[in-house]
């Protein structure tokens, strides 16, 4: 019953939490490490196998930074022969053209770079390695020379808010085929931005101005971490082409150590793969069975028209309230039904 209301669609699985940047933003605080009790390439084959014996979502292989990890083309390898669709999201310091063509062949379908300032002043001091900025010009030249499609994501907060406009012109000039925004959600290292996330009506005003830009219809936009985006393309008579927050119900991420969760910045342990298997925890999780559940959302979301295409950020509601239940704290709409 669980599976048929809510199918796996998409799961994030960080297969290894080494990182060569420093990223003031990251959910993980990843590092260098070493991390121990990292899924070894064995049981990364179980889990692929598990996930294609009852669904079939994209899974985003990420970190960390995932081409860390020796065996990172034997683990695509694996799923492709699979038949699972497989994507990365890497930093693109360590990607070269021959890593590039192992992607492509290995049936990697899209790649994820990020990009979080306009130049290499302001992205190389979010990420804090010098030279960052460089080398995801460098790997959107390689990934466009061999053919295999990329996306930028775009992490916002007030350091780089107004520069949305020149972001967006030079994620286009680089040939990528997507543009993913995601709001600021100050968990992990994160935390230390606390007072750099936008306020509820600086939030309003940025999802109207990309709203705008997706209705341009020039390159695949999608706004991640802001589900009451879809609450404002309805208010402006138009159809979402999604829901709002897909945590738990048709979302699942997976830690470098199996450890599930509704997502990778919701750190509820919802589940351990390694012990109970990929679809035993996703139809039985309490947590997730909780986030499934429309009557247990508390505050204005709960009495929200619009909850069932927002849902509200379940993670910035746990952090700020320490329950993920709770209502979205950076939605300035007042939630009532009428």
């Known amino acids: 019953m669980a599976q048929r209301e809510h199918p796996l669609r998409m799961v994030a699985w960080e297969l290894t939490r080494n990182c060569n940047l420093n990223c003031i933003h990251c959910r993980a605080a ?38 860390m990890r020796n065996d990172i083309f034997d683990i695509i390898e694996y799923g492709k022969n699979k038949g699972l669709r497989l994507v990365i999201a890497i930093n693109g310091t360590l990607l070269t053209k021959e890593k590039a063509v192992r992607m492509k062949e290995g049936g990697i379908k899209r790649v994820s770079l990020s990009l979080d300032g306009k130049s290499g002043e302001s992205h190389d001091a979010f990420r804090r390695v010098e030279g960052s900025f460089d080398a995801v ?62 306020s509820t009506r600086a939030y309003e005003d940025v999802l109207n101005r990309l709203y705008d830009v997706e209705k341009q219809n020039e390159i695949e936009m999608k706004v991640t971490c802001a589900p009451h985006y ?24 997976i830690s470098h150590r199996g450890i599930a969760q509704p ?76």
């Open 230 to 253: 879809y609450r404002i393309v309805k208010e402006r008579g138009d159809t979402p082409k999604s829901a709002g927050c897909l945590a738990g119900k048709s979302f699942m991420f």
């Open 30 to 67: 990843a590092s260098r490490g070493p991390y121990e009790g990292e899924l070894t390439f064995s049981e990364c084959k179980d889990v692929l196998d598990q996930i294609g014996a009852f669904a079939s979502p994209t899974i985003i292989l990420t970190g960390g930074e995932p081409l």
């Open 263 to 338: 997502c990778g910045y919701l750190e509820l342990h919802s589940g351990d793969v390694r012990k109970n298997g990929v679809k035993k925890v996703w139809e039985e999780s309490p947590v997730f069975g909780r986030l499934r559940d429309p009557a247990s959302y508390k505050g204005k979301c709960g009495r929200c028209r619009y909850l069932a295409i927002c849902g509200g950020c379940r993670a910035r509601a746990y952090e700020m309230h320490g329950d993920f239940l709770h209502e979205e704290p950076y939605c300035s709409f007042d939630g009532t039904t009428g």
């Open 137 to 198: 010009m460098r790997a959107a030249d390689t990934l466009k020379a061999v053919g295999l499609p990329f996306q930028i994501n775009t992490t916002v907060t007030r350091l780089n808010v107004e520069d949305l406009r020149e972001l967006y012109g030079l994620v286009k000039a680089m040939g990528a085929v997507a543009w993913h925004t995601f709001l600021l959600v100050p968990v992990g290292r994160g935390k230390g931005l606390k007072g750099e996330e936008l």
